[in-house]
């Protein structure tokens, strides 16, 4: 037996190289995203940053603790309470201090924030040229950024400035900081964020007293600027490199069957001789086993070459790309590529199950036959399958539509139901590509020449070639609309929802630097405008009494918010809005106007809150709302700015701009800020497109090697054609214009498994009261299909070219 496997696969080795680079491939991106991933389960341990050198600090709260049957729960404060000044100068009776005070501050083309100098001493920074801050207007730069006697524009809390830099510091990778003196930065920011202690723990911790952490050794981390930014982007990678895996290991199965199913088509008149010979059924079945076998093990162990050489790599791009961690690296670990090698080996093995089914089933007499015209018939088994998995994709979409439809909305549900769908209708490749080839060759086949007859008439006689070339055409189109452009159509109605709850005309919004107060007052004197200031917080409550569940929040005064906004509300009044209510969404827990809310503020204050109105869900965007009073320590970070009636509108746009210059905050009209909303499309796409260029080079490989053994077995029918008349050029362009018929076939049907995708999507939104338009990724799937057709155009004309340089007369004699 292995004998004979080894003389078929030498004779073979052209019908076999595809799925042997298909498996690698496959092997390969396991083992790179397995690698990747073991490396974010063992990560080194984060050491403290920003007070690398301070002994103990003292500073607010940063989490809500609260004690649940299940244990203690946290959750992460945004706002955490300053440290109190009489607190501060009890802790200065212990020992030498150092106070904190931290602000936004703009700088060139960036965001920075500002420290007072004195605490540059606990942190990483050190000079590298000049002088520290002395006088009032002095600053310390990172170098690169200036150098001493410059002077700068900064924009602070209050407002913009020139600043005379006196010295720099070697930059930090953690933030991009700005020292002032110590009584500038008093000025800009009163309240104290940090006290650097040097003194005893014990006793810092008695004097502190409660509502304060007091942190030494590792837990200084915790007052590093985002301390979380790392776990949070590990969370990302995780869900990147799963996803990427997933629908890897979906193609590579897929690509292996198509091609073992097609050889074994291919080979029929092979196994009927077998059966001639005296093979029975099961030995011609493992006959195919063996192959697919040693095909698995091959490609499985390069697959592993592959990987140990592209984790790095990947990892690499992954820090550059800012999808990773800085540090992110590949460690040395072994059962990824244990784990790769034998998915590989059964991916092989499950693709080649179908194909020694059908291989088993062949007669005898198949070695007689001489027809070429494939039935449109499919396994039982395959039309099972394939009616499970369409039923199964078409229920769940239906039962999120019903029961929660803002959960299709969710990357999770759109970057992995689609798939069922996919599968299902590539599944029903054979019986599809018929009707579709005829449809689409209905008029060339009507007009002057063979050529249009001829294409119809070879693609629908040799339905599984067609179906082969069609299926991962079919399988990357539809990827491309579907994942491409759910997640462009999801962020076209968040930013049209958006631009429909905004009414301002006018819109200030602070990205680094946060909005001044001055900038404020100068806006309030600009005649005939209503000023609008909001800030972005959180609130945190306690859910189903085990969950500590974090909501983003806006506060605001309901009084000018009216003039600025239009807010979906399903329930309740915007105006019943005080200090003592809260406004929520429909997806809370307790969400009827009335009812009483117990939640932890953004500073970390427990309060009870009385619910004054409730918002639609939307797609999950519509947060809450409080007054300024219960977002203490939030920042102004957006103003908006309605025009009164009969006000000029073209002065108040004069006035304002002025008002921006003056204090460097920029003003945008409405529609100016609507279009920054969609601009972009952040580490989601980027792993998105990642995903289809995996799913592209599979693609090239199965169209490669389907067209490459086609025209291997279509030669003959090549000669006929030279003998009938045609010339050399007429049978290449008859070879290309087929491959691009059955190329458009399976990009119309991939549109059309997209278009179901879609389709759901926005009813989803449209479920949620959400005006939102489907946006088709025309680039993304253009891309997709042309460079399906150039492969399948150049992998079809090319054999076929060589194939024609031996003389029509003795192909046409040839024997298989």
């Known amino acids: 037996m292995l004998r004979l496997v080894l003389q078929g696969m030498r004779t073979r080795w052209v019908t076999l190289t595809g799925s042997f680079l298909a498996l690698a491939l496959g092997v390969g991106v396991i083992a790179t995203t397995g690698l990747a991933l073991a490396a974010t389960f063992d990560g080194p341990d984060q050491v403290p940053e920003r007070f690398a050198a301070a002994p103990v600090v003292v500073r607010g709260a940063d989490q809500v603790r609260v004690r649940t049957p299940v244990g203690v729960r946290t959750q992460k ?16 009776g212990l020992g030498r201090t150092a106070v904190d005070r931290t602000f936004p501050v703009a700088a060139g083309a960036g965001g920075a924030v500002g420290h007072p100098w004195a605490v540059a001493a606990a942190t990483p920074y050190r000079l590298l040229s000049g002088r520290p801050p002395a006088a009032s207007g002095e600053v310390v730069v990172a170098a690169g950024e200036g150098a001493a006697g410059d002077l700068i524009t900064l924009t602070t809390p209050a407002g913009k400035g020139r600043w005379t830099v006196t010295g720099t510091v070697r930059p930090a990778r953690f933030e991009r900081a700005v020292f002032f003196t ?83 088509a291919q080979r029929r008149r092979e196994f009927g001789l077998l059966r001639m010979a005296g093979a029975t059924p099961g030995q011609v079945r493992r006959l195919v086993y063996a192959e697919a076998a040693l095909v698995g093990v091959l490609a499985s162990a390069a697959g592993c070459r592959l990987g140990l050489s592209g984790a790095p790599r990947l990892a690499s791009w992954m820090v550059h790309e800012g999808l990773a961690p800085g540090w992110f690296t590949i460690g040395a670990q072994n059962w990824p590529l244990h784990s790769a090698f034998w998915t590989g080996l059964a991916v092989a093995l499950a693709g080649a199950v179908a194909a020694a089914h059908r291989a088993g089933r062949v007669r005898p007499a198949e070695a007689l036959r001489e027809a070429a015209v494939d039935s449109a018939t499919m396994p039982p088994v395959r039309v099972v399958l394939g009616a499970a998995v369409l039923l199964t994709g078409a229920v769940l979409v239906v039962l999120g539509l019903v029961q929660d439809p ?43 020449g063979a050529t249009g007859l001829l294409v119809r008439e070879n693609a629908s ?38 631009r429909g709850q905004v009414t301002a005309d006018f819109l200030a919004v602070g990205e680094h630097a946060g909005i001044s107060r001055e900038f404020m007052d100068r806006a309030r004197r600009v005649p005939g405008v209503r000023v609008s200031a909001s800030r972005a917080t959180s609130v945190t409550v306690f859910e189903e009494g085990t969950a500590l569940i974090r909501s983003g929040a806006r506060a605001m005064d309901p009084a000018d918010a009216a003039a600025v906004s239009a807010l ?80 000029d509108r073209q002065a108040v746009a004069r006035g304002l701009r002025a008002a921006g210059r003056a204090t460097g905050t920029e003003v945008l009209t409405r529609e100016q800020w609507a279009a920054t909303l969609v601009q972009g499309g952040g580490s989601t796409r980027t792993g998105l497109l990642m995903i289809l260029a995996i799913a592209l080079v599979y693609t090239g490989i199965a169209l490669a090697n389907t067209q490459v053994i086609a025209t291997a077995d279509r030669v003959r029918d090549f000669a006929v054609l030279r003998l009938a008349g045609a010339t050399r050029a007429q049978v290449l362009r008859l070879a290309g214009a087929e491959a691009l018929a059955v190329v458009a076939v399976g990009a119309g049907l991939g549109g059309a498994v997209a278009a179901l995708n879609l389709f759901g999507v926005r009813a989803a939104l449209g479920r949620l009261d959400v005006p939102a338009a489907v946006v088709v990724p025309w680039e993304a799937v253009g891309s997709v299909i042309a460079v399906s057709a150039a492969l399948a155009v150049v992998f079809a004309v090319v054999p076929a070219a060589v194939a024609l340089r031996t003389r029509p007369v003795e192909l046409a004699g040839a024997r298989e």
């Open 568 to 647: 979906p509300v399903v329930a309740g009044r915007l105006a019943d809005l005080d200090d003592r209510s809260i406004v929520v969404n429909e997806e809370w827990e307790t969400h009827r106007v009335g009812d009483h809310v117990r939640v932890w503020l953004g500073d970390g204050r427990e309060v009870t809150l009385r619910v004054a109105a409730v918002l639609a869900v939307g797609t999950g965007d519509n947060g809450v709302y409080l007054t300024p009073r219960n977002a203490a320590g939030a920042p102004v970070d957006r103003v908006g700015i309605a025009v009164r009636a009969g006000a």
């Open 406 to 448: 803002a959960g299709l909305l969710k990357r999770k549900t759109y970057t992995t139901q689609p798939m069922l769908l996919i599968v299902g209708c590539a599944l029903f490749a054979p019986v599809l590509v018929r009707p579709a080839i005829r449809l689409l060759a209905w008029l060339p086949a009507r007009l002057p």
């Open 461 to 498: 006689a040799g339905l599984r070639r067609t179906a082969a070339v069609a299926a991962p055409v079919l399988v990357t189109a539809a990827l491309a609309a579907s994942l491409m452009g759910t997640k462009a159509t999801i962020d076209a109605a968040q930013a049209a929802e958006a």
């Open 77 to 92: 404060l945004t706002d955490p309470r300053p440290v109190p000044a009489d607190v501060a100068a009890r802790l200065a």
């Open 182 to 264: 110590e009584a500038d930065a008093a000025r800009l920011a009163p309240e104290i964020d940090a006290v650097v202690v040097h003194a005893d723990p014990a006793a810092v911790r008695a004097a502190a007293g409660s509502g304060l952490d007091v942190l030494t050794g590792d837990e200084r981390r915790r007052a590093d600027p985002d301390p979380d930014r790392d776990a949070e982007a590990l969370v990302s990678v995780n869900a990147l490199l799963g996803t990427a895996a997933g629908i890897t290991a979906f193609v590579s199965v897929f690509v292996v069957a198509s091609t073992f199913s097609f050889a074994v």
